[in-house]
């Protein structure tokens, strides 16, 4: 996962920066296979290769380096999200909602296994919580409610709820990602309906922005 020579405009990347990048590649495979409690440091310093006060010059702790690796090793989410209420009346709704689903899926799957370990730790979770201040993962939704509110008020969408409108939205990827981390290709070949996440994100705005009330007539 590493961008060591595939920055845009940068060479490859060398000294400290190569190891921070290293451990946090390392942070993602571990917490992907072994959960996050029991990838400690010391086995997140062995698996990218550098001591374990190597680890320490750049995280303050395994806390911080589970925090950069949502931030900076999963599909910007955020970032996305943040964007949209800026893009109201340009294109298309359909457009925007769509792309907002093909970049949730793949983040919450990849978020799973490091949520999985946040979840069953109550002082883990409660240290990140604080550490997040007021920056949780409620703006996901806020932030798309926002961008719907803004383009209700240019007429484009119905007078629909946008916090539920957007709830709806990301539940639905939320529940997509599930799925696929739960079954993990294993499952019912009806499991996944639609199959392609492409066509998952299609359908699945389409329903949000059309209902599904049979319309008089």
Known sequence: MTDEGNREGAGPLTGGAL????????????IGTVGLVKATTKQIAREAGCSEAALYKHF???????????????????????ELPARAGQGTV?????????VA?????????????LLASPELLAAHRRRLDNAGPHH??????????????????????????AMLLIGACFHRAFLEVFYAGEGPADVLRPGALEDFARETVRALLGGIEETAG
């Not at 190891?19 to 571990?30: C, E, I, S, Y």
């Not at 690796?69 to 943040?82: K, T």
Request: charged fraction near 35%; glycine fraction near 4%; proline fraction near 5%.
């Open 94 to 102: 359909r457009e925007h909602l769509e792309a907002v689903v093909l």
């Open 19 to 30: 190891t921070r990048a290293r451990v946090l590649d390392a942070a993602a495979r571990l």
């Open 105 to 117: 899926v793949p983040f919450y799957r990849q978020s799973f296994p490091m949520a999985g370990g």
């Open 140 to 165: 996901v939704s806020s932030r798309l409610a926002d961008y719907l509110r803004a383009e209700r008020r240019l007429g484009r969408i119905a007078d629909v709820d946008p916090d539920a409108t």
């Open 60 to 82: 303050r702790d395994k806390e911080e380096i589970f925090v950069r690796v949502l931030r900076e090793r999963a599909p910007r989410l955020a970032e996305a999200i943040a």
